[in-house]
DNA sequence: TAGCACAGTTCCAAATCAGAACTCACTCGG
DNA sequence: CCGAGTGAGTTCTGATTTGGAACTGTGCTA
């Protein structure tokens, strides 16, 4: 299969990731939630290839994840913001985050947290249903195919 | 920057992607969601090349994220499931699925959707905060090292 | 006039991946 | 007993993708 593929594939979670799906992505959409927006302090703090870097910023761009602005002229400049697209993926961030540091073991105490802005309290996020409100888990849940009946889930694993 | 560095690394981002950040493995952890538990059946279903797929079940075991157990003897075969540190991973793939639904245009309705099992209903995934009961934004929330302040967020974007 | 900054681009070598064939341990049908 | 079939891999080779480092172009500052 080429990864270009999966653009147009029927399952989101394929599509999905022909965005954010690779190696760099979600590490340079990351320092984009810092604040970072210039090339340049990308590059540095990510470690990654120019070559790479530029290349990635291209295709976030062409999905409409994030947008290239000028920030001076003479000479020209640009930075990269996050578009409403691009922070949308916020939730894929968080959900990642929460995860690895319950389950990645990091070398001491995980050394970055999500707090409230407003309060600085620790915040535990979770995955509710808009309508009900209950939790979403692989056992409430489950994938519909339209055309097919959905695979057995998880109740008997 | 090596891959392999990413493990250890401070960023909980960064040490979640060393696990689930590539190509195939959140295919790969897609199908286990949906009840899929034998290589030839994912290979197929993937359209992964067989070396692939063994290298990235092997990684995905040695993460603790699945396990592989006997299902017969004579001759001995494997099939592999979701740990608790596996199905922990639910909501990151939910939030991925919500996000392409939304923002990767599928050809025609998106044909994949997620459904309560009780009830049928459709499911619209959000994040909150355990405790406050409030939605996770980027504007809410920001993420803080110990050791260092916060970078600026999305603030002012 | 000589650096310096920023945002890239270019080139080559190294790592990773795709595709196809091959292995191994069995089972089953005749 | 022989040959085909099944499931889970492994091995090979050639194509793609990365990493690393140097180079380019435009303008600023000393």
């Not at 990864?3 to 965005?19: F, I, K, Q, T, Y």
């Not at 990269?80 to 389950?103: C, D, F, M, Q």
């Not at 620790?122 to 209950?134: C, E, F, H, M, S």
Request: net charge positive; glycine share 6%.
């Amino acid at each position: 299969m080429k990864w270009n593929d999966l653009e147009s594939d029927a399952c989101p979670v394929a599509r999905g990731l022909s965005v954010v799906g690779d190696r760099w992505t979600m590490l340079v959409l990351r320092d984009c939630f810092l604040g970072i927006r210039r090339f340049e302090q990308m590059q540095e703090r990510l470690g990654i290839t120019r070559h790479i870097l530029a290349d990635r910023l291209r295709k976030l761009e062409a999905a409409g994840v994030l947008r290239r602005e000028p920030y001076q002229e003479r000479p020209l400049r640009h930075e990269y913001r996050l578009t409403e697209r691009g922070k949308a993926l916020y939730p894929v961030l968080v959900s990642l985050i929460a995860w690895a540091n319950a389950h990645v073991p990091p070398p001491g105490e995980p050394s970055v947290t999500l707090v409230s802005k407003e309060t600085g309290a620790p915040i535990a996020p979770v995955l509710v249903d808009a309508r009900t409100g209950k939790q979403i888990t692989a056992r409430s849940v489950t994938a519909q195919t339209r055309d097919a009946p959905p695979l057995r889930g998880l109740d008997q694993s």
